[in-house]
């Protein structure tokens, strides 16, 4: 009959029960091809007889290993930051580790206590995603070399010149902003906007392919909006300030802010598509069933994660982080882009609309010193 709950079994105990050594039991628990077959079935149906539960933390101490993994997210109720964690954690127990989770919210104060957590936990390997602290102090922060950097968010990031030549995950945001445009313009629209959403790499590195590629076009570009980080939260005005000078199309930082930016045009009288296109980015799964369906840059945020656990177990395993890794993007063209003037609505609407999907690029390496 096993003991009271509240008494822990120890090892000593299972290996008495089973009648072998404690070192023999230790053994036997850890599948050791040492021990014969029959005496490691006999131990385990002992620890299973008694509820024995091995000690995780003394056998880390042993090992100089906790099986684990500690991923710093923005905000896990964020679609893109929930599909990285759910690609993370899939990879993560594939390979047998746990996943220690913690949001920064966008707060340098926060990420610095996340990674002292992480320190204190003895984390086998850290992900940071999206983090806004400069890369040389995270570094020194964790004190560790099995750190992986995705979508790295510092201000000196911006463009991918500064990443690492190791260990970094990013996301081909340049050349999504680039593709966004090239579609705008084939598809007619010849004022076009860009809606930014703070002061961060990603946001940077977009804007400044939006205007790049419409520089190097015939368009007539207007300014960039300043919507602020948390702009998508109130759409209506940020809607109220594009409103008063509205181009022809809008590309906005990500597909929350596109979202909330259509309901508050549609607030302030505007139609979306007729009265001006928006595109996002990301691809979150409400893009493609808002109304009108949003055209947006699909970004790999799944294999974000998937990708983040793969090097730091190679660093694990093998020493040393893989090199760094730009990933491709895909355009989704919906509805929300038909071009300017294309929208009869003395016609009805209604049928599927398929998305169609224009540029699909391949995965980018990053060259020692960090250079593209």
């Given at each position: 009959?096993?003991?009271?709950?509240?008494?822990?079994?120890?090892?000593?105990?299972?290996?008495?029960?089973?009648?072998?050594?404690?070192?023999?039991?230790?053994?036997?628990?850890?599948?050791?091809?040492?021990i014969?077959?029959?005496?490691?079935?006999?131990?385990?149906r002992?620890?299973?007889?008694?509820?024995?539960?091995?000690?995780?933390?003394?056998?880390?101490l042993?090992?100089?290993?906790?099986?684990?993994?500690?991923?710093?997210?923005?905000?896990?109720?964020?679609?893109?930051?929930g599909?990285?964690?759910?690609?993370?954690?899939?990879?993560?127990?594939?390979?047998?580790?746990?996943?220690?989770?913690?949001?920064?919210?966008?707060?340098?104060?926060?990420?610095?206590?996340?990674?002292?957590?992480?320190?204190?936990?003895?984390?086998?390997?850290v992900?940071?995603?999206?983090?806004i602290?400069?890369?040389?102090?995270?570094?020194?922060?964790?004190?560790?070399?099995?750190?992986?950097?995705?979508?790295?968010?510092?201000?000196?990031?911006?463009?991918?010149?500064?990443?690492?030549?190791?260990?970094?995950?990013?996301?081909?945001?340049?050349?999504?902003?680039?593709?966004?445009?090239?579609?705008?313009?084939?598809?007619?629209?010849?004022?076009?906007?860009?809606?930014?959403?703070?002061?961060?790499?990603?946001?940077?590195?977009?804007?400044?392919?939006?205007?790049?590629?419409?520089?190097?076009?015939?368009?007539?570009?207007?300014?960039?909006?300043?919507?602020?980080?948390?702009?998508?939260?109130?759409?209506?005005?940020v809607?109220?300030?594009?409103?008063?000078?509205?181009?022809?199309?809008?590309?906005?930082?990500?597909?929350?802010?596109?979202l909330?930016?259509?309901?508050?045009?549609?607030?302030?009288?505007?139609?979306?598509?007729?009265?001006?296109?928006?595109?996002?980015?990301?691809?979150?799964?409400?893009a493609?069933?808002?109304?009108?369906?949003?055209?947006?840059?699909?970004?790999?945020?799944?294999?974000?994660?998937?990708?983040?656990?793969?090097?730091?177990?190679?660093?694990?395993?093998?020493?040393?982080?893989?090199?760094?890794?730009?990933?491709?993007?895909?355009?989704?063209?919906?509805?929300?882009?038909?071009?300017?003037?294309?929208?009869?609505y003395?016609?009805?609407?209604?049928?599927?609309?398929?998305?169609?999907?224009v540029?699909?690029?391949?995965?980018?390496?990053?060259?020692?010193?960090?250079?593209?």
């Amino acid at each position: 009959m096993p003991p009271a709950p509240h008494r822990r079994v120890t090892l000593g105990e299972v290996a008495r029960a089973a009648g072998v050594s404690a070192a023999t039991g230790s053994r036997a628990l850890a599948g050791d091809p040492r021990i014969s077959g029959p005496t490691r079935e006999r131990v385990r149906r002992a620890a299973e007889r008694l509820g024995y539960v091995p000690n995780a933390a003394a056998r880390s101490l042993r090992r100089q290993a906790t099986r684990t993994l500690g991923l710093l997210l923005v905000d896990l109720a964020d679609p893109v930051h929930g599909l990285i964690a759910a690609g993370f954690e899939e990879a993560a127990a594939a390979r047998g580790f746990t996943v220690i989770f913690v949001a920064g919210f966008n707060d340098p104060a926060r990420e610095r206590r996340a990674l002292q957590l992480f320190a204190e936990h003895r984390t086998d390997g850290v992900a940071l995603v999206s983090s806004i602290l400069d890369p040389a102090e995270a570094l020194t922060l964790i004190r560790s070399d099995r750190v992986v950097l995705a979508q790295a968010d510092h201000p000196s990031l911006a463009g991918y010149g500064n990443d690492r030549p190791v260990g970094s995950i990013r996301s081909d945001d340049a050349a999504g902003a680039g593709a966004t445009v090239r579609h705008l313009l084939d598809a007619g629209y010849r004022e076009i906007g860009y809606v930014g959403a703070g002061p961060t790499a990603s946001n940077a590195t977009r804007r400044d392919a939006v205007l790049r590629a419409l520089r190097d076009s015939a368009a007539r570009p207007r300014r960039a909006f300043a919507a602020g980080r948390d702009g998508w939260r109130d759409g209506l005005a940020v809607a109220r300030r594009i409103a008063r000078d509205l181009p022809e199309a809008l590309i906005c930082y990500d597909d929350k802010l596109a979202l909330a930016l259509m309901d508050g045009l549609r607030a302030c009288g505007l139609d979306v598509p007729r009265d001006v296109g928006i595109a996002g980015y990301d691809d979150i799964p409400f893009a493609a069933c808002s109304n009108p369906r949003l055209t947006t840059v699909a970004s790999p945020s799944a294999e974000i994660g998937r990708l983040a656990v793969r090097m730091l177990v190679g660093a694990i395993e093998g020493g040393e982080l893989p090199p760094s890794v730009v990933l491709p993007v895909e355009l989704v063209v919906r509805e929300s882009t038909p071009g300017p003037g294309s929208i009869d609505y003395t016609q009805p609407r209604g049928g599927e609309v398929s998305p169609r999907r224009v540029t699909s690029l391949e995965p980018v390496g990053v060259a020692p010193g960090g250079g593209r």
